[in-house]
């Protein structure tokens, strides 16, 4: 998990106690202090500033039951967005379905919400300020309607810092299933949120590997309660004007007894575009090849939904003796534990070699889902 998010708790901590000294006497948070808020625009980003011990509160119109992102971008110092919900008082702090607010430094911010009325507040709170100021972006957005994935079937896509990405795929109650993103160009989070048509409550993975750090893949493994699975993915992290990746929902593997597949005169045939379940039996080797490639064209190669640890290694020799070096910023292999793992490379031949390896201690093996996806 992200080191962001233990601050944010440490944060959130800080801020309850603060609420509760308040109660006990001083001003409650934000109240009186805020007022006036600031009247702003679904769609339309402002330039702000906030004193150090000082409130900005803010309103904005919107829809009933639509899906929101409330973000702070561009801080020049410790600022933190606090989200209100339906109280136009700013006495008591609501819940984020998304909640990446609350968090020390320059780092960017948000709260993503089913609107509960039709008028949202939040404030930016200047009581961390290392200065007697803080300029930032503040901007709230609709995000669109989500997105209907096709099961096993992966999907190239892209968010931005002051938006998200909504998806929905339609699934088997009963069964587990592993929803994933690969082939970052930079940092994106997945949120799941199960049977939840709202986007108001998160789910709880059973393997459990979200938020990372930079490209690193992200995945969730969890048992599908209802007919459709809901889940986010949130680019405020990211550094670029926007960061595109691959979405991927498939049946979760079920492996019980793991085997090694393929050899390296023989090695097992993946298709572009196809994913595919794999396994590697303990302390081995599997081997993998795409063929039919477009030469001089970049390529991901990823392993997602991993049982146990494994590590990947992408080549482009028949002899896998070797290995390619991944593009900048895009290696994400040798990972320990349950972490997908991915690898974009520039292929100048037609062919696109790949080997899976137990990891370090697995004694039993692991299940995995391969995939090479053209791009990023």
Known sequence: MKARLLISASRTILLLSMMFLSACGGNEVGK?????????????PITDTVVLNGFN???VPVIPGGLYKMSITGLTDD??????????TFTFLSSCAVDNTRLIGLSSEDCIINAPGNALYFEVDGTFLSTSSATFNIDVELLSPPVNLILSLPSSDMTTQTSAAAYVVPVTPGVAYTISIT?????ADLFIFGDDVTFSSPATCSIDNTRFIGTTPEDCT??????MLYFIVDGIFSTAQSVTYTTLVTPAPSISNAVNEGSITTPVIVSVGTASSGQVGPAGISY??????TPNTRYTVSITGLTNDADLKAYTDNTFTNPVTCLPNRNNTGFAGTTPEDCSIFISGGSLYFSVSAGSGNLKGA???NLVNLGP
């Not at 600022?79 to 136009?88: E, I, N, P």
């Not at 082939?183 to 940092?187: A, F, Q």
């Not at 969890?222 to 007919?227: N, Q």
């Open 32 to 44: 009186t202090l805020a007022l006036p808020a600031t009247s702003m625009t679904v769609g339309v």
């Open 57 to 59: 509160a803010y309103t």
């Open 79 to 88: 600022a933190d967005l606090l989200f209100f919900g339906t109280d136009s």
């Open 183 to 187: 082939g970052l160009t930079d940092d």
């Open 222 to 227: 969890l048992t599908s309660t209802g007919g």
């Open 288 to 293: 993998y090849v795409a063929s039919n490639l």
């Open 367 to 369: 299940g995995f889902i």
